[in-house]
């Protein structure tokens, strides 16, 4: 049965930083692009980075660029993103995601599979 699911969201001060973790179960870890994307209330889901299957190329959202930092960790099957200088728009649910072999459209949801439950993340003001 395959599993996304995430962790270390929670509420933090603007100018603070977070880790998010997804434990992948399931599948073949190593084979797989993986991706972070959010929603804030009344919003579309947006991308917001993106680590392809082969583990070489990340991809940042413009509005994430220079605060965030994906990383896998395929012995642990895990994906990471590490988020600082969080800003209070930066307030959404966030979640991991999973695509056999992704190599393009990193940052459109329908091209991947699998999804996690997802993890809150608010930024006070």
């Known amino acids: 049965q395959v599993q996304l699911v995430e962790s270390g969201g929670g509420l933090v001060q603007a100018g603070g930083s977070l880790r998010l973790s997804c434990a992948v179960h399931?599948?073949?870890?190593?084979?797989?692009?993986m991706g972070w994307f959010r929603q804030a209330p009344g919003k579309e889901r947006e991308f917001v980075s993106a680590?392809?299957?082969?583990?070489?190329?990340?991809y940042y959202a413009d509005s994430v660029k220079g605060r965030f930092t994906i990383s896998r960790d395929n012995a642990k099957n895990t994906v990471y993103l590490q988020m600082n200088s969080l800003k209070p728009e930066d307030t959404a649910l966030y979640y991991c995601?999973?695509?056999?072999?992704?190599?393009?459209?990193?940052?459109?949801?329908?091209?991947?599979?699998?999804w996690g439950q997802g993890t809150q993340v608010t930024v006070s003001s």
């Open positions: 995601a999973a695509e056999y072999r992704l190599r393009q459209a990193f940052g459109v949801a329908r091209s991947y599979a699998y």
């Open positions: 399931g599948l073949a870890f190593s084979s797989y692009g």
């Open positions: 680590y392809t299957w082969s583990g070489v190329y990340t």
